[in-house]
């Protein structure tokens, strides 16, 4: 569409739609966990002293890491599937084979392109599945001490 029309075709115009794309589920992650702070944590913050900054930046965001880092997960995952779609536009990425598959019947190709956006995909949403997993551990380590 329009954004085509503006930047060309090629790899530009796949790159600034999928971090277009991609910040949806982080913002929404990010304000959703920063809302769901306790407002007791917030006032005690306050109350030690803490101007609005550092209230966001030594309370509400450690707080909210959690539910930030699930947004990069689900961007993550998404940006690897879509990206691959970015052939149809010039873009240089693993979707070409998956493209020249389809149109000469070629499995082998459609696979030689697609086992590997999902190895990838796979392996970044395990990555920071882990990093989720460890950051809320070490929150709670924190709590309870």
Same mark, same amino acid.
């Given at each position: 569409?329009?954004?085509?029309?503006?930047?060309?075709?090629?790899?530009? *115009?796949?790159?600034?739609? $999928?971090?277009?794309?991609? =910040?949806? *589920? @982080?913002? #929404?992650? &990010?304000? &959703? +966990? @920063? $809302?769901?702070?306790? *407002? %007791? @944590?917030?006032?005690?913050?306050?109350?030690?002293?803490?101007? /609005?900054?550092?209230? =966001? $930046?030594y309370a509400e965001l450690p707080l909210a890491l959690p539910l930030i880092i699930a947004g990069i997960r689900q961007s993550v995952v998404l940006i690897v599937a879509i990206a691959t779609v970015g052939a149809a536009v010039g873009s240089n990425n693993l979707g070409q084979? !998956?493209?020249?598959? !389809?149109?000469?019947?070629?499995?082998? /190709? !459609?696979?030689? +392109?697609?086992? *590997?956006?999902?190895? @990838?995909?796979? =392996?970044?949403? %395990?990555?920071? +599945?882990? &990093?989720?997993?460890?950051?809320? #551990?070490? #929150?709670? /380590? /924190?709590? &309870?001490?």
């Amino acid at each position: 569409g329009a954004l085509t029309l503006w930047s060309g075709i090629g790899n530009r *115009p796949v790159e600034v739609g $999928l971090v277009l794309y991609a =910040l949806l *589920p @982080i913002l #929404r992650n &990010t304000r &959703t +966990g @920063i $809302l769901s702070v306790d *407002p %007791a @944590i917030v006032e005690a913050a306050h109350g030690m002293g803490m101007r /609005a900054w550092q209230t =966001l $930046l030594y309370a509400e965001l450690p707080l909210a890491l959690p539910l930030i880092i699930a947004g990069i997960r689900q961007s993550v995952v998404l940006i690897v599937a879509i990206a691959t779609v970015g052939a149809a536009v010039g873009s240089n990425n693993l979707g070409q084979p !998956i493209f020249a598959g !389809i149109r000469g019947s070629n499995r082998e /190709a !459609i696979l030689s +392109g697609m086992l *590997p956006v999902a190895a @990838i995909g796979l =392996l970044g949403d %395990a990555a920071l +599945g882990l &990093t989720q997993h460890a950051l809320g #551990r070490r #929150r709670l /380590a /924190a709590v &309870t001490a």
